[in-house]
């Protein structure tokens, strides 16, 4: 195997319906250099592994399956993976995601090989709806309050702490030796309570250099009803959203962040967790956030006001989800 310029790391768990459709959108690739796809098994249950191999076995010069003996989970299995890479660059597909565009990776290197200054790229993505079959072209929103123009390459780490610049995975290309250092030295990448693995790498990343953007969507993002990011469950969505508040916090807390968006961070986060609250009827959780948001002898908003006491009585929070319900609906109709 020729040694490549572009490592790809994809990780799978019981992917087998997207699989072979994420693997021929890294064998589609129009490139002037060579590039492997390292393709972390995660010991799956449902055949993935005999459809990964199959294609190692048909593209053995590009591709090298690491079958694992037994499930370690996502977190340990990505650090696993890229750590067997090795190329100059890295790239992210995860087997339930594809690349519809053939030159994504040599647009993507071409810049980075062109401009040493920047850590990473990403770009903009479509979403299928796989529930409903429903393709939603450049569905990827960068932003809350900035459209993509107004995005700062050298302000990255800020704007993805603030939720105003939005990463998907599968969009990414970085230098190797960048994302060895961050592996090697940042805990957060490894500490699987956290249940993600991929913004502590965009945030550690823009701290060692610029962010590039691409407004082209050059990939596709499989909206699973069921995923690590996504659920008919609303506990397991609390407990993903707490998980990623609770990240944050630890940025805040680790890097040097301008009180003001420091403040502003801090009660968005109360503002979603008191969502949680409310959407679960969970008191406790109610009541700690609540006190937070008194503590901070400010303006308590009308609305984190309902959340709080919807959590909080059981007649207030009937009424609510009701007219909550009511709205989505309205809303819905009116689309």
């Not at 048909?58 to 079958?67: G, H, K, L, M, T």
């Not at 969009?171 to 592996?183: F, N, Q």
């Not at 109360?270 to 002898?297: H, P, S």
């Not at 959590?311 to 819905?332: D, G, R």
């Amino acid at each position: 195997m020729a040694i490549p310029l572009v490592s790809v790391v994809m990780i799978t768990y019981n992917h087998a319906p997207f699989i072979a459709r994420a693997i021929e959108g890294v064998l589609q690739q129009n490139t002037n250099f060579p590039f492997e796809l390292v393709i972390g098994e995660d010991c799956s249950a449902d055949g993935t592994r005999d459809i990964v191999l199959r294609y190692q076995q048909q593209y053995p010069d590009i591709i090298r399956v690491i079958a694992l003996d037994q499930n370690i989970g996502l977190v340990k299995n990505m650090c696993q993976t890229e750590n067997a890479c090795r190329g100059k660059y890295v790239a992210y597909c995860e087997g339930d995601d594809y690349w519809h565009h053939d030159q994504k990776l040599q647009q993507q290197v071409d810049f980075l090989e062109r401009h040493d200054e920047y850590a990473m790229i990403h770009s903009n993505a479509h979403l299928f709806v796989v529930k409903t079959g429903k393709l939603k072209p450049s569905e990827q929103k960068m932003c809350q309050a900035l459209q993509p123009e107004e995005l700062d390459p050298s302000n990255g780490y800020l704007e993805i702490l603030s939720s105003k610049r939005w990463i998907w995975t599968l969009t990414v290309c970085t230098r190797k030796s960048l994302l060895d250092t961050i592996l090697q030295n940042c805990p957060e990448c490894h500490n699987e309570s956290y249940c993600m693995g991929d913004i502590q790498r965009w945030l550690e990343l823009s701290r060692m250099g610029k962010i590039m953007y691409f407004e082209e969507p050059l990939a596709t993002r499989n909206q699973l009803v069921e995923s690590a990011s996504r659920s008919e469950d609303p506990r397991k969505m609390m407990k993903f959203g707490l998980a990623g508040n609770t990240l944050v916090e630890h940025y805040l807390n680790k890097y040097p962040c301008p009180e003001e968006l420091r403040d502003q961070i801090r009660r968005d986060m109360i503002a979603e967790n008191l969502t949680f609250a409310w959407k679960l009827f969970d008191r406790e959780l109610a009541q700690e956030q609540y006190n937070q948001l008194k503590a901070g002898n400010e303006r308590i908003s009308l609305t984190n006001r309902i959340h709080y006491w919807g959590a909080q009585n059981h007649l207030f929070h009937f009424l609510t989800v009701m007219l909550s319900s009511c709205k989505s609906a309205l809303l819905n109709f009116k689309k």
